[in-house]
C-alpha cells in the first residue's frame, strides 16, 4: 500500500511539473483577406475552436488577430491552419 502511495504521488508531482512547462503565448496574426465587418466573427470563431486557445481579439480595421494560447496544447500552425479552413489564411505578423 505504501509504494502504490508514493506512486500515486510521484506521478501526480510529474504531471504538475509537465503543466508548469505550459507557458501562455501571444501572438499577432495578419489576416489580409479580411475584406467586411463581418470577417471577424468567422474568424474568431475558428481560432476560439483550437484546443488550447484562452482568448481571441480581432480588428478588422488593421486585418489582424491577437491570440492568446496555452502553447503546450497548440501551435502557431494550428492557429493559421484554423483561419486558413475557414477561408482566410494567415500569418504571423512581425513587430
Known amino acids: ?28 496574426l495578419s489576416v489580409p483577406g479580411m475584406d467586411c465587418a463581418a470577417c471577424p466573427i468567422t474568424i474568431k470563431k475558428a481560432l476560439s475552436k483550437v484546443d488550447g486557445v484562452a482568448r481571441v481579439e480581432v480588428s478588422f480595421e488593421k486585418k489582424q488577430a491577437i491570440v492568446t494560447f496555452d502553447n503546450a496544447r497548440t501551435t ?20
Not at 6 to 28: D, H, I, K, R, Y
Not at 76 to 95: D, I, M, R, V
Open 76 to 95: 502557431l500552425a494550428k492557429l493559421t491552419q484554423a483561419t486558413a479552413n475557414a477561408g482566410y489564411p494567415s500569418s504571423e505578423k512581425k513587430s
Open 1 to 28: 500500500m505504501k509504494t502504490l502511495l508514493n506512486l500515486a504521488c510521484c506521478l501526480a508531482l510529474a504531471g504538475a511539473s509537465a503543466m508548469a512547462l505550459a507557458e501562455p503565448q501571444t501572438v499577432t
